[in-house]
T-cell receptor, first 113, second 116 residues
Framework: GNSVTQMEGPVTLSEEAFLTINCTYT??????LFWYVQYPGEGLQLLLK???ADDKGSNKGFEATYRKETTSFHLEKGSVQVSDSAVYFC????WGTGNQFYFGTGTSLTVIP | DAGVTQSPTHLIKTRGQHVTLRCSPI?????VSWYQQVLGQGPQFIFQ???????GRGNFPDRFSARQFPNYSSELNVNALLLGDSALYLC???????????????FGSGTRLTVV
């Protein structure tokens, strides 16, 4: 079946530190991979995506590369800001096996000045 | 352009009651999906509708039902509420059921349901 596993949180970093949030997946087909971000009291916002192996998604300084050989899609940012504090969700969509997204459990990030 | 709008934003219900949650997708979007997000967890798929037809159903009991209207807005209904139904209910829309695989969904801010 399809599933997503994210690193456990919470993660606390100082401003300008390097961020990595690990994500691995299991899929029966050829999934598209996504990172969503959720700010307190809000819904989910699409952060970036990759639709095939070796694609790199990027947005707002965040990057993630679709690695089929390691079934991973790790989120990275070179220098985090206080405004990046949020919960980050890794997700996959496998068009071949149904009309739904599979989400990880989320990783809470707090950036301190 | 308005994004995905959900109503109400917060709701408190008693066990055994019924609840209706509403969602208006982005103008032009024909696909609406519903997700349940329990505190501290990732969203779980409940339903997807496209062109007023159910196109997907997650592993939820029959107490959960939904429908989509001709204007593509949608309702999620939950009967015989249980304490465990307390969650953030998210609605998401996309252009069509194929695009959501490539471009992802646009989510609303959700309805926070508390069952007491």
């Amino acid at each position: 079946g399809n599933s997503v596993t994210q690193m456990e949180g919470p993660v606390t970093l100082s401003e300008e530190a390097f961020l990595t949030i690990n994500c691995t997946y299991t899929a029966t087909g050829y999934p598209s991979l996504f990172w969503y971000v959720q700010y307190p009291g809000e819904g989910l916002q699409l952060l970036l995506k990759a639709t095939k192996a070796d694609d790199k998604g990027s947005n707002k300084g965040f990057e993630a590369t679709y690695r089929k050989e390691t079934t991973s899609f790790h989120l990275e940012k070179g220098s985090v800001q206080v405004s990046d504090s949020a919960v980050y969700f890794c997700a996959l969509s496998d068009w071949g096996t149904g009309n739904q997204f599979y989400f990880g459990t989320g990783t809470s990030l707090t950036v301190i000045p | 352009d308005a994004g995905v709008t959900q109503s109400p934003t917060h709701l408190i219900k008693t066990r055994g009651q019924h609840v209706t949650l509403r969602c208006s997708p982005i103008s032009g979007h024909k696909s609406v999906s519903w997700y349940q997000q329990v505190l501290g967890q990732g969203p779980q798929f409940i339903f997807q509708y496209y062109e007023k037809e159910e196109r997907g159903r997650g592993n939820f009991p029959d107490r959960f039902s939904a429908r989509q209207f001709p204007n593509y807005s949608s309702e999620l209904n939950v009967n015989a509420l249980l304490l465990g139904d307390s969650a953030l209910y998210l609605c998401a829309s996309s252009d069509n059921i194929r695009d959501r695989g490539l471009y992802g969904y646009t989510f609303g801010s959700g309805t926070r349901l508390t069952v007491v």
